[in-house]
């Protein structure tokens, strides 16, 4: 074994057991509310539970990592119950009856908020078909596909009937939703068929490389017009570095799927231009947002370091150098690696990690989940980057 095959391999097991050992058992202990179904999200530094609303999101995003677990790393009966926990409280108190799941609910489960996120819908369906597949359960593929095929229905207009825009004036179409089917779609597949994917594909990759994606930056930004092209407002140049990284990753999920090699040299591209780019050269760490143009940013929070934008940016270089052996995201992951753990993990208390940080890298907000951070990015990022550092490992 070489030094980069034997460092990969003490990295897999250095996120392997964070995942097994820390973050997953906070969220067993913590996160399940026994008496009313579905989960907790708003738990302190140690567990404690300080608001009990619950985001249908967040639901949707532990099923889909529960399951996950007990299909791809070992069948434990215990992690298919609380699967199963969220999926019984999506399908009674977490939609509208059409399928449209809302944002918030309270405790027990009645709506508090109206469906006007298309994502609450993209996350359930994900979470239906990873526990359709744990279990065979026809309930959970039909769920699974009808939450779906709302995605699709709404994907033109997906704020629709709630969104604060006047038609008309300045109609822009937003990176988030292309950049989630990416993923969304691949997750589907066996419930959705080949074609689904290929078709619905090949229509985002599109969507994000030809609209998104601006040449001329070296940049993805996150919203243009409805013809494509660029807005010179602040949501037109409103870069979200996190989020354009993360898509790089889906993108070379996709890539293998559809057999489209050329892309993925691309999105190494684009992983690498996007973090030189945000990365803060006087206290380390990636910037939460920027102005393409480098004007003053309208976000409050643009200087924070965010967990989700690290943990989801060691998985793209993960993923850049096991597809092209690009030296550069090798590089770029024992920098961010570094930070990441040095910053984010709660060497204290341990269990789940912190998410907000300020510009130095001082912690900001002592939290653990909240109406953003759940059961998702961090024990998704270290299942990811355990089980491709292994690969690396292997050769």
């Not at 993209?122 to 239906?128: D, K, L, R, V």
């Not at 907000?365 to 759940?374: A, E, I, R, V």
Request: some cysteine.
């Amino acid at each position: 074994m070489n030094t980069g095959q034997d460092k990969a391999a003490r990295w897999a097991t250095q996120y392997r057991d964070e995942l097994l050992t820390e973050v997953i058992p906070f969220w067993e202990r913590y996160s399940p509310d026994h008496d009313r179904g579905g989960y907790f999200s708003c738990l302190g530094r140690k567990g404690e539970v300080f608001d009990t609303d619950k985001f249908i999101w967040l639901q949707g995003r532990q099923l889909w990592m529960f399951a996950v677990l007990f299909n791809h790393v070992e069948p434990r009966d215990g992690w298919l119950e609380i699967a199963g926990q969220g999926a019984r409280f999506l399908l009674e108190h977490g939609h509208n009856g059409k399928f449209d799941f809302f944002f918030r609910v309270d405790r027990a489960g009645r709506p508090l908020e109206q469906p006007h996120s298309i994502f609450s819908n993209t996350f359930a369906a994900i979470g239906f078909a990873q526990l359709s597949q744990a279990t065979g359960n026809p309930v959970y593929a039909d769920a699974a596909r009808r939450s779906f095929q709302r995605v699709l229905d709404r994907r033109e207009n997906p704020s629709a009937p709630y969104g604060s825009s006047v038609p008309g004036t300045r109609d822009l179409k937003a990176f988030a939703l292309p950049m989630i089917l990416s993923n969304v779609v691949l997750e589907l597949e066996p419930l959705v068929g080949p074609e689904a994917v290929e078709s619905i594909g090949n229509e985002v990759l599109e969507t994000i490389l030809e609209d998104f994606y601006r040449p001329e930056l070296g940049l993805i930004v996150e919203h243009v017009t409805a013809s494509g092209e660029f807005a010179d407002c602040f949501e037109g140049r409103l870069v979200n570095p996190g989020h354009g990284i993360e898509a790089m990753w889906f993108l070379m999920d996709l890539a293998v799927r559809l057999k489209r090699p050329d892309l993925i040299q691309k999105a190494v591209t684009i992983t690498l231009d996007t973090l030189e780019w945000s990365w803060d050269t006087d206290y380390g760490g990636i910037y939460y947002f920027m102005d393409c143009m480098g004007k003053p940013p309208q976000e409050l929070e643009w200087d924070q370091k965010l967990w989700w934008v690290h943990i989801e940016t060691l998985i793209a270089l993960l993923k850049g150098y096991q597809l092209t052996g690009s030296a550069d995201c090798w590089n770029w992951f024992e920098k961010v690696h570094a930070y990441t753990w040095e910053h984010f993990r709660d060497r204290k208390n341990g269990g789940e990690w912190f998410g907000y940080l300020n510009r130095q890298g001082e912690v900001l907000l002592d939290l653990k989940g909240g109406k953003w951070k759940g059961c998702f990015h961090v024990p998704r990022g270290l299942f990811h980057c355990w089980k491709t550092l292994e690969t690396i490992a292997h050769g």
